[in-house]
């Protein structure tokens, strides 16, 4: 599968922006799914994971701020981010895997997205 990230901007902080990731090919529904991000001197960290059945996962740092979602029909996962914080500034990466193992762990996923920045000022 092929992933292409999109909707990543600036926004000052407090305000929301939404993330989407295409795939290709026909067997999207059959991946579990997940954004990571990574700032600049610092490792990519997990942010919310959606697995095959919908149910998803989310970093301490994100919960009751960020939601995951996924359109199997139109084959694309979205990431809606209210509240930004600076600390939120990163590179976001979609990730897509058949069998998750920790959704948490980036190296679990088997296919990666090209990143979209996201910078959150003060």
């Known amino acids: 599968v092929q992933l292409q990230a999109s909707g990543g901007g600036s926004v000052q902080a407090g305000g929301s922006l939404r993330l989407s990731c295409a795939a290709s090919?026909?067997?999207?529904?059959?991946?579990?799914m997940g954004w990571f991000r990574q700032a600049p001197g610092k490792e990519r960290e997990f942010v919310a994971a959606?697995?095959?059945?919908?149910?998803?996962t989310y970093a301490d740092s994100v919960k009751g701020r960020f939601t995951i979602s996924r359109d199997n029909a139109k084959n694309t996962m979205n990431l809606q981010m209210n509240s930004l914080k600076p600390e939120d500034t990163a590179v976001y990466y979609c990730?897509?895997?058949?069998?998750?193992?920790?959704?948490?762990?980036?190296?679990?996923?088997?296919?990666w997205g090209q990143g979209t920045l996201v910078t959150v000022s003060s």
């Open positions: 990730a897509a895997v058949r069998v998750v193992g920790t959704v948490g762990n980036p190296n679990d996923y088997d296919y």
């Open positions: 090919g026909r067997t999207f529904s059959s991946y579990a």
């Open positions: 959606i697995r095959r059945s919908g149910t998803s």
